[in-house]
């Protein structure tokens, strides 16, 4: 049973920073993508970064490109998103999500263009940038 558990959000004043992390158990197959998403009432759930976990190839969203950086450590099974240059239009609930995918298709561009395929998520956590 995958679970995914994340940790970190909370409020934050426009241009500080944050860190989540997402702590991972059960994920078994060879391949994978996992990444975050961000939810925001009213609006749909929006791929922020993703990383394909052997490889390393990472995608990130226009809105966070120079500010976030997606990263992971493969021996703790833990996912993580540093967040700098914080606006309020980051504010959402940040979801961990992962996939399994084919070797030969792998990569986290591939993986961005079918969010539709993760599978397992996790419960989220609140990030608040105010101004």
């Known amino acids: 049973q995958v679970q995914l558990v994340e940790s970190g959000g909370g409020s934050v004043q426009a241009g500080g920073s944050l860190r989540l992390s997402c702590a991972a158990s059960?994920?078994?197959?060879?391949?994978?993508?996992w990444g975050w998403f961000r939810q925001v009432s009213g609006k749909a759930r929006e791929a922020v970064a993703i990383?394909?976990?052997?490889?390393?190839?990472?995608y990130y969203t226009d809105s966070v490109k120079g500010r976030f950086t997606i990263s992971q450590d493969n021996p703790k099974n833990t996912l993580y998103l540093e967040m700098n240059s914080l606006k309020p239009e980051d504010t959402g609930e940040y979801v961990c999500?992962?996939?399994?995918?084919?070797?030969?298709?792998?990569?986290?561009?591939?993986?961005?263009?079918?969010?539709?395929?993760?599978?397992?998520w996790g419960q989220g956590t609140q990030v608040t940038v105010s101004i």
């Open positions: 999500a992962a996939r399994d995918c084919l070797s030969s298709l792998c990569s986290a561009d591939t993986c961005s263009a079918r969010t539709g395929d993760f599978r397992f």
């Open positions: 059960g994920l078994t197959r060879s391949r994978y993508c």
């Open positions: 990383i394909e976990r052997s490889g390393g190839s990472v």
